[in-house]
């Protein structure tokens, strides 16, 4: 995940000080969502499909997680139309004051990205841009990272497109499943069979081990532990994002998995005091079997290590994923809607997806390009870009300070379930709830 929901800052808090300047601000939408610029001249059909592409010079924001996709996109757009974008990569643990502060004094630039899980408190303080019409108006609108799609919809109207996209998959060394006697070409389909291939990996000593995970580390849980549970066909929050069903016999199973890898010592050295900073640098050392990992890894796996990817399963089957990553919309206050839309559809068309998204081993935002030209030349990038359509991206106003705070209740249930006292994850779950419905 880019963040909270990706690879390099799963540990990102919720800045609660941004949150409260957010709703300070009561932006009036109406006042970015109009026709500005729209005297320009059209690239396309319409203003309303594809935007005006008349030489206006734009502002975007992007966290620094996200900094290589954003940069990638933007030099690519610039070199091919008239429209510039200057872009400003703000660092990850500052985005969120620095959006506030923004928003308060009504600053805020034409584009801006958002964590996906964060997008909803944007939209319910007012700071994006309808664009539902725009949206809906796309050829391939129904293509789209429906996740991500949902995350930015509020009280029945979009206000972002899927930006940049990180998906929880797992990693499998197919080395070490060949010393194990494993089959390399048949990752676990099931949480049962995950822990047997992990235990038998395990069982080659020497200093390899099975799995391994970030056990203090709220972020990395939500990202690796609930495709378990959604693969089996359950919840995790109710629709409202207010309540949590994280205490189910399902939920529980997963937790028994990892707790029994911990007492039997499957797990690779770390994983108890693992707070997200170092967890993903565990594997591509080559001595763990398998373990669930950040899609945005991929490209930086050494060239020698034979490894293979694979959905998340649940206990008995399924297969989930959770879609974190960015969603970007145009703010409220931008007196450039047009001209900014004219970037966001060029982002979602398929050259940019393919000749730039794709090309730099990322995952694409349309389910129609899953497969493409450079997909195709690895079969583990199809993959993960198939697994979008059957992924979750969670939405709770509150989800930061409950899931993503090291402080928050989720943290607590991870332990008690997994190194602690497993009854209390009743209770526990009780905190949750209480938390998101706060």
């Not at 970015?32 to 396309?44: A, L, Q, V």
């Not at 996200?66 to 940069?71: A, K």
């Not at 034979?306 to 206990?315: E, F, Q």
């Amino acid at each position: 995940m880019g963040s909270t929901t990706g690879p390099r800052g799963h540990i990102r808090r919720l800045a609660t000080g941004a949150i409260a300047l957010l709703a300070a601000a009561s932006l009036v939408t109406a006042c970015g969502s109009g026709d500005g610029g729209s005297d320009g001249k059209e690239d396309g059909a319409a203003a309303g499909a594809n935007g005006v592409d008349d030489g206006a010079t734009l502002t975007m924001w992007t966290r620094a997680a996200t900094r290589p996709q954003s940069e990638a996109l933007v030099k690519a757009y610039n070199a091919s139309h008239e429209n510039k974008i200057e872009l400003t990569v703000i660092p990850t643990d500052d985005y969120q004051a620095k959006v506030g502060a923004a928003a308060g004094a009504r600053d805020l630039p034409d584009l801006f990205a958002s964590d996906v899980v964060f997008v909803p408190n944007y939209t319910s303080s007012g700071l994006f841009a309808d664009i539902t019409e725009r949206v809906d108006a796309l050829p391939f609108a129904e293509d789209l990272a429906q996740s991500h799609i949902k995350a930015g919809t509020y009280e029945d109207k979009k206000y972002v497109v899927p930006h940049t996209l990180d998906l929880s998959v797992l990693f499998y060394n197919k080395e070490l499943y060949r010393r194990a006697q494993l089959d390399p070409e048949k990752p676990p389909a099931t949480l049962v069979e995950w822990d047997r291939q992990a235990r038998a990996v395990d069982a080659l000593g020497g200093g390899v081990n099975g799995t391994f995970f970030g056990g203090n580390c709220g972020g990395c849980g939500v990202f690796t532990w609930w495709p378990s549970i959604w693969a089996a066909g359950e919840e995790v929050l109710n629709e409202e994002g207010t309540a949590a069903t994280l205490s189910s016999d399902t939920a529980k199973k997963v937790y028994d998995t990892y707790r029994g890898w911990v007492e039997d010592d499957i797990v690779a050295p770390g994983a108890r005091d693992e707070t997200g900073t170092t967890w993903t640098g565990v594997f591509p050392k080559g001595k763990v079997g398998v373990m669930p990992m950040p899609s945005t890894t991929l490209g930086l796996m050494p060239k020698d290590l034979d490894l293979g990817v694979a959905p998340i399963p649940g206990p008995d089957g399924g297969k989930s994923t959770f879609v974190g990553g960015d969603a970007i919309g145009i703010s409220a206050t931008s007196k450039s809607a047009d001209q900014a839309w004219n970037f966001l559809a060029w982002s979602l068309g398929d050259k940019a997806q393919v000749d730039v998204v794709a090309a730099n081993k990322d995952v694409v935002a349309r389910t129609d390009l899953a497969s493409n030209k450079h997909s195709k030349a690895d079969p583990r990038l199809v993959t993960i870009n198939e697994l979008v359509a059957e992924g979750r991206t969670p939405y709770a106003l509150k989800f930061g300070q409950t899931f993503n705070d090291p402080n928050g209740p989720w943290l607590t249930l991870m332990r008690d379930a997994v190194f602690g006292k497993a009854s209390s994850v009743d209770k526990d779950n009780d905190a949750v709830s209480a938390s998101l419905a706060d």
